[in-house]
């Protein structure tokens, strides 16, 4: 899929009612806050989470990246509903220390909003 191509309306609305990941732009659902695994990574402009899994995502070309933990095989991640591009997705990891971040994705902080779907009792 190219990741440029207008994909607005492949966003998929999911994960009604639970606390979640939403994209900053378009409001798209990314991730559940269950799946988060660390808040301690950086990415490009800041900091990011690494996630399990997203939604509403697509990826671009596997590259060979020099980052802060070593040279990984990444692909850029952007959101389906916008085009932003939101973090990456770790193919994978050279190092043997790094190897539980593949089949994962690093979205950054910034790109994303903290949707907690409160409920106030009346």
């Not at 979640?20 to 402009?45: H, M, P, Y």
């Not at 095989?73 to 591009?85: E, K, Q, W, Y």
């Amino acid at each position: 899929m190219n990741p440029y191509a207008d994909t607005k309306n492949q966003v998929v609305s999911t994960f009604r009612d639970h606390p979640r990941f939403i994209c900053a732009t378009c409001s798209a659902v990314l991730a559940l806050q269950d799946e988060l695994i660390s808040k301690s990574f950086s990415g490009r402009d800041g900091r990011g989470y690494l996630i399990h899994s997203a939604v509403n995502v697509k990826l671009g070309e596997k590259e060979d990246r020099p980052l802060l933990t070593g040279v990984h095989t990444v692909a850029d991640v952007f959101c389906v509903g916008c085009n932003d591009r939101i973090g990456w997705y770790y193919h994978r990891a050279a190092d043997q220390s790094q190897k539980y971040k593949e089949g994962k994705y690093l979205l950054e902080r910034e790109k994303m909003v903290k949707e907690n779907n409160w409920k106030l009792d009346d």
